[in-house]
């Protein structure tokens, strides 16, 4: 499923919504409402390949933002993304042995609690996840107050805010603001080509 087409067109309008409010104010930490880190699959799921994890999608899965199994060596976990923290606290106390972490919950198949390798290679691989790889490059946060211009603008586009959490993550995984800002509004072909990548990683938000 490809989202870049509308998503394109509403993230278009967050963005410059952004940009108009002086969104580029340095870079502070910021949770999104409140409910804790936020992450993306697309650099989680890089950083378990590099350690040798390999990640599916669970079509149907119980959360909003879609659910992952993760397999290291045969010792497998499922992993859910949620939308929000309500969410997230439910995701938890709906599975045993599960953990949270913002907004992901991790739990074993068939009631059991992870596995040993399943469960560091996640724990190592988070900070990719939440937009702050622990290896080159650093990751972006963006300042307070372009999270909540971009939080604003995105009550009155047409992007969903799973999308935009998917998408704002992802960025800080990679991009300064500035660059953000950018390629988002962008008409040259190969920019253009930079943020539909970044828009095909959130494919599994609802």
Not at 49 to 70: C, H
Not at 94 to 109: D, I, K, N
Not at 113 to 130: N, Q
Not at 156 to 180: I, K, M, N, R, Y
């Amino acid at each position: 499923m490809r989202l870049v087409r509308p998503l394109r067109l509403s993230l278009r309008r967050v963005v410059i919504a952004l940009v108009t409010a002086g969104g580029s104010v340095g870079i502070a930490a910021a949770a999104w409402g409140g409910s804790g880190p936020h992450y993306a699959l697309d650099p989680l799921r890089d950083c378990l390949a590099l350690r040798g994890g390999l990640v599916s999608l669970v079509p149907g899965g119980p959360a909003t933002e879609g659910t992952v199994t993760l397999d290291v060596k045969g010792d497998r976990a499922v992993v859910a993304f949620a939308g929000d923290s309500r969410e997230a606290d439910a995701l938890a106390d709906s599975f045993a042995g599960a953990t949270r972490h913002g907004s992901l919950v991790v739990y074993g198949e068939s009631g059991y609690p992870p596995g040993d390798h399943a469960r560091t290679t996640l724990e190592r691989c988070l900070p990719d996840g939440e937009g702050r790889p622990e290896r080159p490059p650093t990751g972006f946060r963006y300042g307070d107050a372009a999270i909540a211009s971009f939080e604003q603008a995105c009550d009155s586009a047409e992007a969903s805010p799973a999308q935009c959490h998917c998408v704002l993550t992802g960025a800080q995984a990679q991009l300064p603001l500035a660059d953000f800002e950018r390629i988002a509004t962008a008409t040259v072909a190969a920019e253009e080509e930079q943020m539909t990548k970044l828009l095909d990683g959130c494919r599994l938000v609802g």
